[in-house]
């Protein structure tokens, strides 16, 4: 058999790309679905959904190689005319699946290569020696979120494709019983010549060719829309009744190492009522955290699940403290008081840097908690697993009122 494509079949090249990436396809969703229903209460049960999780990414990562390889391929390939010209709309409608299917196969791994990307940290890894991120996409919670919403969307426009693809397949082998199938896996030397097709198949191709990028464009418009939705409000921050502060801009982001990996997120809901006097460089702070908020890239759910965080039970984390003047110069303020998160509290100390220029005063500073005093993952007792420290920080601007 030629490696070549006829008029009337695929060549062996052909075949081998359209069944290798078929398995490794089904491969891939099949690992993802059973990765994201295995159970995570314990460290075993976690190693065993990151094993599960890097599979399936390799395999995506093989699926786009090797598709790439497969277009080139057929770029430089005549492919076989349509056994049923004059059925003009079945015909069509199959080159859009076709075209739907190859989009799908470099779109859905890519996307897949972006979330591992740009997810801070990372908890699974591809199983290949080059490389874990792609170039010039950056680590950020928000922009794994998007890539995720559409990797979970598309995974289902895929698979419809799939038993699209498949129900063509056999509607041609029970129904029609022609030779299409024969084209993929027969014997070329034994079948007919199709006849021509009225429509250039310069056009049909280009039809189809639009019809596919729009269902794949609306996959990507869907998830968006509901990202955009459910899109956190920045801080809200509420100043204190007397020499109040309201903060402008800032930040509220924690850490934590997740099968040894940094995974780092923030909280997109939070308000503080800040007082402080300048000359007496003391105050006070109330912050209350929405836990909910929490983005931390594609561990997100899993951190505000009943094992951690647990944000259906307790909402809402807390700060309470008195600000204390530095120690001396160069030193940093501290603010002591009593911090709440999962239900339990804890007192400690919060170091942090001010700078206060007029009515305008920056402020960072970082702390790192034992989430074991919280009761926070109390399944999870192997560190390599869950880190058992968190990193709390911010940087904030606020003007006084």
Do not use: C
Not at 47 to 58: G, L
Not at 234 to 258: D, F
Not at 328 to 353: S, W, Y
């Amino acid at each position: 058999m030629s490696p070549m494509n006829t008029t009337r079949a695929y060549g062996w090249a052909a075949r081998a790309f359209h069944w290798t990436v078929a398995v490794l396809i089904l491969v891939a969703l099949g690992l993802g679905l059973y990765a994201g229903s295995l159970p995570s209460g314990s460290d075993d049960e976690l190693q065993a959904v990151f094993a599960a999780f890097s599979i399936h990414k390799t395999a995506g990562v093989a699926v786009l190689i090797i598709a790439l390889a497969r277009i080139l391929w057929t770029l430089s390939q005549i492919r076989p005319r349509p056994l049923y010209p004059e059925r003009r709309l079945e015909t069509l409608l199959a080159e859009t699946v076709h075209w739907a299917l190859w989009i799908g196969m470099i779109v859905m791994p890519l996307s897949g290569w972006l979330l591992h990307s740009a997810a801070p940290g990372g908890f699974s890894r591809i199983l290949w020696p080059f490389g874990q991120r792609l170039p010039l996409v950056p680590q950020d919670a928000a922009l794994a979120e998007g890539f995720a919403r559409f990797h979970e969307t598309g995974w289902w426009v895929l698979a419809g494709l799939i038993l699209l693809h498949v129900a063509g397949a056999l509607k041609h082998a029970l129904i029609d019983r022609d030779h299409t199938l024969a084209r993929m896996a027969g014997n070329p030397a034994r079948l007919p010549e199709p006849p021509a097709h009225p429509l250039p198949s310069g056009l049909r191709h280009a039809l189809a060719a639009i019809a596919a990028v729009a269902i794949w464009g609306a996959t990507a418009a869907i998830p968006a829309q509901m990202g955009d939705s459910a899109q956190p409000q920045a801080a809200a921050i509420t100043p204190a009744a007397a020499s109040g502060w309201a903060v402008r801009q800032g930040t509220l982001a924690i850490s934590v190492k997740q099968g040894g990996n940094d995974v780092s997120g923030q909280f997109g809901q939070w308000q503080a009522k800040i007082d402080y006097a300048p000359e007496t460089q003391t105050g006070a702070v109330d912050v209350t955290i929405g836990i909910a908020s929490l983005t931390l890239g594609a561990v997100g759910d899993s951190a505000k699940g009943p094992d951690f965080l647990n944000a259906a039970t307790h909402p809402t984390a807390s700060f309470k403290a008195a600000i204390l003047p530095p120690a001396g110069a160069g030193q940093p303020h501290i603010a002591r008081g009593t911090l709440t998160v999962a239900g339990t509290a804890i007192e400690t100390d919060l170091p942090f840097q001010l700078d206060l220029q007029g009515d305008t005063a920056k402020a960072a500073g970082q702390i790192t908690v034992d989430r074991r005093d919280f009761g926070i993952g109390a399944r999870y007792a192997d560190e390599k697993t869950v880190g058992f420290a968190v990193a709390i920080s911010f940087d904030l601007t606020a003007k006084r009122q």
